[in-house]
């Protein structure tokens, strides 16, 4: 089964058969997918230049655009576009160039509706393994420019493959997630797979005075009001050609927030004081840790920003909720602060390790860098830190200290053949704290059930063994 998303995944219908159109939608409906149908191919085209969407189901004999030439286009908009086809008229002929030219699969109408749930769901999931493999090849290689951005659950899997896909389209992207857990490093990541020649821009909504919003996004003239001695360009011109980011979005006054949905829809502006329109070429990439949807409810946020600013969505989940990537964050904050202070420190003991794997870090990544570095400064003469220089916050000593634990001596290997070390005794040590019950086991890592078992098959770790 595909894994569970902070969104519902979008499937885009087309088909110009009224009847047709309903039983698919009603059908994906109630298997919790969002749904947009068409009754002809030019309006799907036409929306999937603008939305990301995950699949398209498409008839083949339809007015206008033929559902092949959906299908081509799909493709040239997206190599990685996941189209099933439909067709009342099926010969091999049109199966075979319908899958030549990338189709997952080609139903015969009429069908079950069972087997194009079961097709739609292989097909989302090839193409999830397909971009996640296709990531993590280019971190491996070197080729990936995403910056640092550390971290292997199926989460962080899933934004590396979306932003790897989405660079180089213009979309408008909302980053939502904690505080701490990274939303800027998304988005300048996302900047850098974009190609685009501009500047990244970042600006924190909270930190502008509301009655300077305008001045500081679009710019100003000299004069154009008490104080403004010369002109001044603004966010928007700083960034033009490239990405401004938006950061704290949720705490733009709603005057201003008007201004940007205006600037949003039209994508064109003027400094105050002049009468230049100015086209823009920005990408706007926005973020916040609170929740808009309940914000607009609140009546302190407009619905109509919402829709503009979440053409793309992209949710950072907290720390907690993805400790495996505990392990090659500490590794990396290691690295590069022992580096940066010129201290002799390699490691953390076993003790060490999981003490900061049961913390629930509620600063997220920023709080774990942090602490990192404190440990990294005050101990800069040892090679391996124990699980007593931890800060007394962190960690139970009643729950979390084994004194028979035997301790990570410092890798003289690679990265990779230390961080499969620490996984295979962390996650012996998890199986055996809930004796072997992998669905506990997953609940307190916070993996699927399905990602559970295919990390216990690679380490070669039979739960069987930790069963009463």
Known sequence: MTEPRSTPLRILVADDEESMRFFVVRGLERKGYEVEAFDNGAQLIQ????????????????????????????????????VLLMTAYGTIETAIEATRLGAFHYLTKPFEFAELAALLERALEHRATKRENRALRSFADGRSSLGPMVGQSEAMREIYATLETLGPATSTVLITGESGTGKELVAQALHVTSGRSGNFVAAN?????????????????????????KGRPGLIARAEGGTLFLDEIGELGLANQKSLERFLQEREYTPLGSEQVTKADVRIVAATNRKL?????????????????EVVPIHVQPLRERREDIGPLVAHFLRSHAQEHGA????????????????DWPGNVRELQNVIERLVVL???????????????????????????????PVEGSYAQALTAFEKEWFERLLEATGGAVAEA??????SRGHLHRKLRQLDVDPGRYRA
């Not at 189901?57 to 339809?62: E, R, S, T």
């Open 205 to 229: 909504c909270a930190g502008i005075p509301e009655t300077l919003f305008e001045s500081e996004f679009f710019g100003h003239e000299a004069g154009a009001f008490t104080g403004a001695v």
């Open 379 to 409: 101990h800069r003469d040892e090679h391996e830190i124990d699980v007593d220089a931890l800060p007394p916050e962190l960690f139970d000593p009643d729950r979390d200290r084994d004194r028979d634990a035997v301790a990570i001596a």
């Open 293 to 309: 949807a309940h914000e607009v409810k609140e009546g302190r946020f407009r619905q109509e920003l919402v829709f503009r600013l």
């Open 47 to 82: 929306r999937a230049q603008s939305l990301r969407f995950d699949a398209a189901v498409v008839d083949l004999k339809m007015p206008g655009p033929s559902g092949i030439d959906v299908l081509r286009e799909l493709r040239a908009l997206d190599p990685d576009a996941t």
């Open 344 to 359: 002799r420190v390699r490691g953390l003991s076993i003790e060490a390790m999981l003490a900061l794997t049961r913390y």
């Open 442 to 447: 997953a609940r307190r890592s916070g993996l």
